[in-house]
Nanobody, 126 residues
Framework: VQLQASGGGLVQAGGALRLSCAASGRTFSGYAMGWFRQAPGKEREFVAAISRTGSSTYYADSVKGRFTISRDNGRNTAYLQMNSLEPEDTAVYYC????????????????????WGQGTEVTVSS
């Protein structure tokens, strides 16, 4: 599956952005989806994950209550709604897809994902 992330940009602290991840090539609903981010000089870190149907989600503590992951299988697209953005959220954000069975638990490790998008940059100014 090919993934294309978009929606990044420059926003002031307290603002919001919605990232999109468009998928093509294979059956989107067969994949759990995740969002990761990598700040300059830091390792890539898990942000959020969503199950194949969207019925289950999981978030990193640092974004819980501010970010919402969702998906539209009819549009082959996953989303990350980011509210109350903080300068610490500045990073390149990547979407990722993981082949999984319907009952598989959500994964937070980057190595557990099979396909990656190219990343979209988010900059939050103070």
């Amino acid at each position: 599956v090919q993934l294309q992330a978009s929606g990044g940009g420059l926003v002031q602290a307290g603002g919001a952005l919605r990232l999109s991840c468009a998928a093509s090539g294979r059956t989107f609903s067969g994949y759990a989806m995740g969002w990761f981010r990598q700040a300059p000089g830091k390792e890539r870190e898990f942000v959020a994950a969503i199950s194949r149907t969207g019925s289950s989600t999981y978030y990193a503590d640092s974004v819980k209550g501010r970010f919402t992951i969702s998906r539209d299988n009819g549009r082959n697209t996953a989303y990350l709604q980011m509210n109350s953005l903080e300068p610490e959220d500045t990073a390149v954000y990547y979407c990722a897809a993981r082949r999984s069975i319907m009952t598989a638990p959500l994964e937070t490790g980057a190595s557990r994902y099979d396909y990656w998008g190219q990343g979209t940059e988010v900059t939050v100014s103070s």
